[in-house]
């Protein structure tokens, strides 16, 4: 376990824990109620972007020196 974010309270934090709820049901290594969380295009593109960022840091270099 660890801190992810620190922020005041309010719509941010909200919005971010309801993001990492999503991400962790997703990843199904969340033990709440999975039916709670609905599906959601913003979050599901921002996961999208993090898989993709993370590929490309992990690509080999294969460009000239």
């Known amino acids: 376990m ?3 974010h ?3 309270k309010g ?3 909200d919005t971010m ?3 990492y709820i999503y991400k962790e049901t997703k990843n199904g ?3 709440n109620d ?3 969380v609905k599906p ?3 979050y599901e593109a921002i996961i999208q972007g ?3 960022r993370l590929r490309m840091r992990d690509r080999p270099n294969t460009g000239p020196p």
């Open 2 to 4: 660890g801190i992810l």
């Open 6 to 8: 620190i922020t005041k």
């Open 11 to 13: 719509r941010i934090v």
């Open 17 to 19: 824990e309801r993001y």
């Open 29 to 31: 290594t969340q033990i």
């Open 34 to 36: 999975k039916n709670t």
């Open 40 to 42: 959601n295009r913003i």
């Open 50 to 52: 993090e898989a993709d």
